[in-house]
Every structure is written in structure tokens, then in C-alpha cells.
């Protein structure tokens, strides 16, 4: 079993839908939460990170961790044709948020 | 600021070879960490260099190694390739402290073929 599970999708939504994305892990000592974007053929770009159970919003993301469950969320609202890429959580047990746990990722599409 | 480079962006090789990836980070940053990322196993930590010492380490085989040079510059050399050793090679830098200002940037990667 893996540490970090993620739906691989694809999950595809019409614009300005809200989008959850998902992550369960089983690791307890994990510490960092975080959300990355990866465009095709790009590497990925850091969206959000929150170490702590409760609620961290961003514009149109919103990061949910809830560490007795251990479980993490990413919302988007009023999701946009430009969000279409994969996301990955990834988690890391360093005080440093290097080393880090991916999951496998979810691709979204949004269509205009 | 520029943004991580890696060198180069496609790479084919045979089984048998050995490669070496070259990754300079964003500047002033002095941790370099690199991950291999395959449709099967996603995107997996290989190892973190900081001030040219190897900090972590990730679950790979001793065939897999990497070192860093005192201008933060790292390089990541995979000997013996196995055909499975086909990935897209990350690295991703940041400064290397811990708190909360720390963020990994990536770089666009290095995609090895083994044939």
C-alpha cells in the first residue's frame, strides 16, 4: 500500500464548476501538507502548502487538511479552462517540506 | 530570477550505459533535491544535497547517485540502466532552511529513454 493515495481521474468538469480533489495518507509523522500544479511537459509548481488540520484559502483554492482522518482536500471555485493540468499532493515528514511524498496525481479538465 | 535549469531536456540511452543529469538551481538557493517521475510509480524522492553534503535519501538502488558542487550546482548519474530507469528526472531547489518561507521550485526536467 502506498503512503499517499490519490484518484488518478481523469476528472473532467464544465467551467466555473467547483473541483475537490483528494488525498488520504497513512504515515502519522507527515507534517507538511502541500498542492502542486504540473502543466504537460512542465515541471510541478507549488499551489498551496499548510501544516497544520483546518482550512488555508488562496484566491480561488482552498486547502483542507484534516489529520485525524488523515485526509487532505483542494477545492477550486469558478474553475477555469487554465486550471486544466495535474495536481498532486505531496507531504513531507522534514520540518523543511523537502523530501517529499507525492501522490500519484490527478489530472483535471475543465471545458469552456 | 531565472528558474531551474536542467541539461539536457531529452536523453536516449542503452541498457548497460550509465547517464549523468545536470541541474542549476535558482540562484542563492543551495538545496538541490531530485525525483524520478514514471506513469507507474509517480513522481518519487531520489535524494537532497545541501552545502555539497547528500542530506536525504530517498529508496533507490545504490545505482542511483548525485553530488553537488560548492556553486549549488548538482548532477545525478545513474549507472547500469535498466529499461525501467525510463522517467522524467526532476530536480527542484530551494534555500535549503527550514520554516515556513521554504518552497521547493521545480525545474522542467529531463526525460530518459533506455532502450
Known amino acids: 500500500q502506498k503512503e499517499v493515495e490519490q484518484d488518478p481521474g481523469p476528472l473532467s468538469v464544465p467551467e466555473g464548476a467547483i473541483v475537490s480533489l483528494n488525498c488520504t495518507y497513512s504515515?502519522?509523522?507527515?507534517?507538511?501538507f502541500m498542492w502542486y500544479r504540473q502543466y504537460s511537459r512542465k515541471g510541478p509548481e507549488l499551489l498551496m502548502y499548510?501544516?497544520?488540520?483546518g482550512n488555508k484559502e488562496d484566491g480561488r483554492f482552498t486547502a483542507q487538511v484534516d489529520k485525524s482522518s488523515k485526509y487532505i482536500s483542494l477545492f477550486i471555485r469558478d474553475s477555469q479552462p487554465s486550471d486544466s493540468a495535474t495536481y498532486l499532493c505531496?507531504?513531507?515528514?522534514?520540518?523543511?517540506?523537502?523530501?517529499?511524498?507525492f501522490g500519484s496525481g490527478t489530472r483535471l479538465q475543465v471545458q469552456p | 530570477k531565472a528558474g531551474v535549469t536542467q541539461t539536457p531536456r531529452y536523453l536516449i540511452k542503452t541498457r548497460g550505459q550509465q547517464v549523468t543529469l545536470s541541474c542549476s538551481p535558482i540562484?542563492?538557493?543551495?538545496?538541490v533535491s531530485w525525483y524520478q517521475q514514471t506513469p507507474g510509480q509517480g513522481l518519487q524522492f531520489l535524494f537532497e544535497?545541501?552545502?555539497?553534503?547528500?542530506?536525504n535519501k530517498g529508496n533507490f538502488p545504490g545505482r542511483f547517485s548525485g553530488r553537488q558542487f560548492s556553486n549549488s550546482r548538482s548532477e545525478m548519474n545513474v549507472s547500469t540502466l535498466e529499461l525501467g530507469d525510463s522517467a522524467l528526472y526532476l530536480c527542484?531547489?530551494?534555500?535549503?532552511?527550514?520554516?515556513?518561507?521554504?518552497?521547493?521550485?521545480f525545474g522542467p526536467g529531463t526525460r530518459l529513454l533506455v532502450l
Open positions: 527542484a531547489s530551494s534555500s535549503g532552511t527550514s520554516g515556513e518561507g521554504e518552497t521547493q521550485y
Open positions: 504515515n502519522s509523522a507527515f507534517q507538511y
Open positions: 499548510t501544516y497544520s488540520s
Open positions: 505531496a507531504m513531507s515528514v522534514s520540518t523543511g517540506r523537502r523530501a517529499l511524498t
Open positions: 540562484s542563492g538557493h543551495r538545496s
Open positions: 544535497y545541501f552545502s555539497e553534503t547528500q542530506r
